[in-house]
């Protein structure tokens, strides 16, 4: 019988890659086309704002026309199914984990589908373009950005996401290289905390060390093989 009452899962841009989306720091990732500096920067976005905007834009396409694949919706049958407590979150600014079935996610990276009002501070579902500078719909101001965290920015949530993991027995990592904190050093708070540590990656992490176990392959494979796992062997 398994004593796992609490899961904190972390997921990486690896998760999406099967459903067509880049990831980062692959050969043909985004940041080998578009330098971070640039795109992914409040000083990249105050130099020009256009090729921001432009990036986002062509994000927040690629998201709409994408599906979750078999990875994201199993997380969604974890959640529905697994008779314990489970906060999904998530590095990644797509929607497929949410279309996938998930519904206690966290972006603490924000989400390529939400417009901010740097005017206002109101945050807006957002599935058009943000280039043509469109007013934001509460204040009529157009200073709307992508809610997206850049560098040199604060995550969101990261008080629920430590405490969530202090709480955890089992922390999973999926689809993420481990390169940036401070989502990198969760694994190490999950081992302070006492939690079980799993890796789920098609290859092994910058972080790879620090997991009590690691498995390789496609996360479509690994996560439905896992989590079969995990709601045979939990209390019904
Ligand atoms: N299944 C499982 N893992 C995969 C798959 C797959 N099909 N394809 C790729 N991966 C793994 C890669 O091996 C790599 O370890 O996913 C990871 C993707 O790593 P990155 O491209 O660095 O993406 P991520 O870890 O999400 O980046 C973290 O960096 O630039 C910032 O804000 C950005 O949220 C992003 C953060």
């Known amino acids: 019988m398994s ?11 690896g998760i999406s890659a099967e459903s067509g989306l880049k990831t980062f720091r692959a050969e043909d990732g985004l940041w080998e086309n578009h330098p971070v500096e640039q795109v992914a920067t ?3 976005f105050a130099r020009d704002p256009d090729l921001v905007q432009r990036f986002y834009d062509e994000r927040r396409a690629n998201v709409l026309a994408a ?6 919706e199993s997380l969604g049958r974890l959640e529905a199914e697994f008779d314990g407590e489970v906060l999904l979150v998530t590095q990644n600014i797509d929607d497929l984990h949410e279309r996938g079935g998930a519904r206690n996610t966290l972006h603490m990276h924000g989400e390529v589908l939400s417009a ?3 005017a206002c501070d109101v945050r807006h579902k957002w599935e058009g373009t943000l280039r043509d500078g469109p007013d934001c719909p509460a204040c009529g101001k157009a200073s709307m950005r992508p809610d997206i965290v850049w560098f040199g920015e604060m995550p969101y949530q990261m008080d629920r ?8 027995d089992l922390f999973v990592s999926i689809g993420t290289s481990g390169a940036v904190y401070p989502a990198a050093g969760f694994v190490q708070e999950a081992n302070r905390a006492g939690a079980r540590t799993l890796e789920l990656n098609l290859e092994r ?7 009590d176990e690691t498995r390789l392959g496609p996360a479509s494979e690994l996560v439905p093989e896992w989590v079969e796992e995990l709601l045979a062997d939990s209390p019904t």
């Open 67 to 72: 599906q979750p694949n078999a990875a994201h």
């Open 3 to 13: 004593s796992i009452r609490n899961i904190v899962i972390l997921t990486g841009a």
């Open 161 to 168: 996401i430590f405490a969530a993991i202090a709480q955890a």
């Open 116 to 118: 901010w009002c740097r």
């Open 42 to 44: 409040p000083e990249g």
């Open 205 to 211: 992490s910058a972080g790879s060390h620090f997991f």
